[in-house]
T-cell receptor
Framework: EAGVTQFPSHSVIEKGQTVTLRCDPISGHDNLYWYRRVMGKEIKFLLHFVKESKQDESGMPNNRFLAERTGGTYSTLKVQPAELEDSGVYFC?????????????FGEGSRLTVL | RKEVEQDPGPFNVPEGATVAFNCTYSNSASQSFFWYRQDCRKEPKLLMSVYSSGNEDGRFTAQLNRASQYISLLIRDSKLSDSATYLCVVNRRGNKLVFGAGTILRVKS
């Protein structure tokens, strides 16, 4: 069974540019999450989808970040315009049920470097 | 103050040693507790859930003390392959995991 896949694995862009990260969750997982780790900090929650609906987007840093999950399948996270402090690793994760009782399956992450 | 606090380490131990990691959490409403493992430049993976009664999985033992808001992980007979970052993770009501910054373990031959 395929795991959570993320693309691109690494992106280097200049400040002010736009980047779109993609996540394909494990097939059948209704719950999809975005997390990120900036340099030297802990992994932090960004948002949570249940199917195509945003369940919780309390972790989104500002309106430069836009997440979508069309049709409840794959998800994209767009950063526009990118700032230096957006550099970090963006992890996508999925789960079948509630995370409180189960396991989150993470992708390998998309490393974003903003110059 | 961070919601989940861990000693960043690194813990440098010889093969075969026993090592213990501790973690404290500040939100008493936390309901679920986990240890995740993250290898260098890889994704976090669930190592084990942590229950109030304590639980064991092979060489790994996890303990939870709700009164003290304290979680521990004990690794016995350390292997080279145990070298990784160990992440203490808690979940409040809902579907949002809160991660500690991680404790680095290096097992040396």
């Amino acid at each position: 069974e395929a795991g959570v896949t993320q693309f691109p694995s690494h992106s280097v862009i200049e400040k002010g540019q736009t980047v779109t990260l993609r996540c394909d969750p494990i097939s059948g997982h209704d719950n999809l999450y975005w997390y990120r780790r900036v340099m030297g900090k802990e992994i932090k929650f960004l948002l949570h989808f249940v199917k195509e609906s945003k369940q919780d987007e309390s972790g989104m840093p500002n309106n430069r970040f836009l997440a979508e999950r069309t049709g409840g399948t794959y998800s994209t996270l767009k950063v526009q315009p990118a700032e230096l402090e957006d550099s970090g690793v963006y992890f996508c994760a999925s789960s079948w049920g509630q995370v409180s009782g189960g396991e989150l399956f993470f992708g390998e992450g998309s490393r974003l470097t903003v110059l | 103050r961070k919601e989940v606090e861990q000693d960043p380490g690194p813990f440098n131990v010889p093969e075969g040693a026993t090592v213990a990691f501790n973690c404290t959490y500040s939100n008493s409403a936390s309901q679920s507790f986990f240890w995740y493992r993250q290898d260098c430049r890889k994704e976090p993976k669930l190592l084990m859930s942590v229950y109030s009664s304590g639980n064991e999985d092979g060489r790994f033992t996890a303990q939870l003390n709700r009164a003290s808001q304290y979680i521990s992980l004990l690794i016995r007979d350390s292997k080279l392959s145990d070298s990784a970052t160990y992440l203490c993770v808690v979940n409040r009501r809902g579907n949002k995991l809160v991660f500690g910054a991680g404790t680095i373990l290096r097992v040396k031959s």
